[in-house]
Structures are given as C-alpha cells and as structure tokens.
C-alpha cells in the first residue's frame, strides 16, 4: 500500500471504520438539502463532504446552510474529477471507507449502509450497488438500460465477476481502492472503466441490491447525442484499458 499522503489521519476511540460520505454535485441546490439531511440524520457518525463541482446556481449556499463540509472545485471537472476529488480526501484525512453519494437524489441517502455494510462483510475492495439485482426500484429508461446491460456484460466476462449494474456510481470503497482511484480515475463518466481498473490491480469486487429513485431536480448529462459519445468514449476507454500493460502488484 501507498504510504499516506499530507496525512490527517484521525483514530477512532471504538472500533467503527471512519466511514466519508462523497456527495458529488453540479447545480443540485434543489435537491441536496433533503438529502444532507438524510445523512446526517440517518448517519450521524459518517462524515459528509459535498464535492462542488463547478455550480452555476446556489449549491455552494445549500450545502454552506446544510452543515455539512464544501469543497468547491474552481471549474466544473465533471464527474470523475469530482469523485476523484472526494477520493483523494479520504485517502489523505485517513477514512477507512469512502462512500459516493450522488447528489441528484437517485441514491436513495437511507441505503447507504447496505453498500457500506457489504464492503465490510465480504471483505471486498469496492461495494457497487445495483438497482437490477432486486428489480425494485426505478431502473432508468429502455435505451439506458440496454447500454448498462452491454457494458455489464463486457466487464463480466473480463473480470469473470458477475457485474449487473455497470455504470452505478452508487459504491463504497476501501483504504486499498482509495489508493488506486485516488490516482487512476477516469475524467468522464468514470463508473465503468473503474471496475475494470480495479481487477487489473487485484482488487476485489462485490454488487448488492439497492433500490434507486429518479432524480429530483435537473437533467441528466446524457441524452440524445451524447448517449451514442457516451457509449462509443466508454468501450474506446474499456478496449485500452484491457489492452493496457497489467500493473504490478
């Protein structure tokens, strides 16, 4: 394991893992109050950090009257730049675990435990969450599900894991993946090559089912156009990453 880095680890008087709740989140001032609210209520001993990634509304207000900690990035990086951001906190401040928390209000805040709970249990590296393996809960449309069941497929027979929810982002890691993804996180829509980064590097996988909600406020980045870039971007990013020199263990 890397040795820390700007190190401000904190020990725990019992022996509950330092848990970091990672709130990912652009122009979601609408929708990030209630679910603060939920962590904080719900979790009283996790950590809360709202990653702004660049908000052009009043989400750096909500979060500022929410109580929970800002990290306001100086320009929107997108989504793996701001989960990469949360990561690197953990890493740094000591967390045991790191949970991300999507800000749309689709992760449902009062299941954050099973992701958590799975992750320790089993033992895993990263706990992802899926909406497909209770088929409970809003499962997203057609188009989208047909694009996360081809990617799922394809991460299934490279990891030889069963993978059911690709591009969930709804996951928690450990110590062990904060220092990988910490430093080797893909910039744009980063959910699905960071599975196959982590069984390159050893890593052990785990899904649990989650049930999902649609989100409560805005729109989502991919739509129209973008649905096909995202597709072509992410089995380009699949293709050379398994084609990638295998790192040492």
Known sequence: MMPFSRSKRKFRISGEPRV??????YNEAGSLPTLIAVLKSRYPQYDVAVIN???????????????????????????????????RIARDEGYDVAVQV??????????????????LETGSDIAIGSRFLSGDGYQSTLSRRMGISFFSRWLSAICHTRITDATSGFRAINRRAMEL?????AEDYPEVEAV???????????????????????????????????????SLAILMAALRKRPAR
């Open 196 to 234: 196959l980064v982590a069984h390159r590097a050893g890593l052990r996988i785990c899904e649990v089912p989650v049930q999902m909600a649609a989100r409560t406020t805005g729109s989502s980045s991919i739509g129209g156009l973008r649905s096909a870039s995202y597709m072509v971007k992410v």
């Open 20 to 25: 970091l709740a990672i709130v990912p989140a």
């Open 102 to 119: 999507d800000g749309d209000g689709q992760h449902p805040a009062d299941q954050v435990h099973l992701v958590v709970n799975a992750l």
């Open 181 to 185: 993804l910490a430093n080797e996180y």
């Open 53 to 87: 990634d660049g908000s052009t509304d009043d989400t750096a207000e909500a979060v500022r009257r929410s109580g929970a900690r800002l990290v306001s990035l100086p320009c929107n990086l997108g989504i793996g730049g701001a989960v990469q951001t949360g990561f």
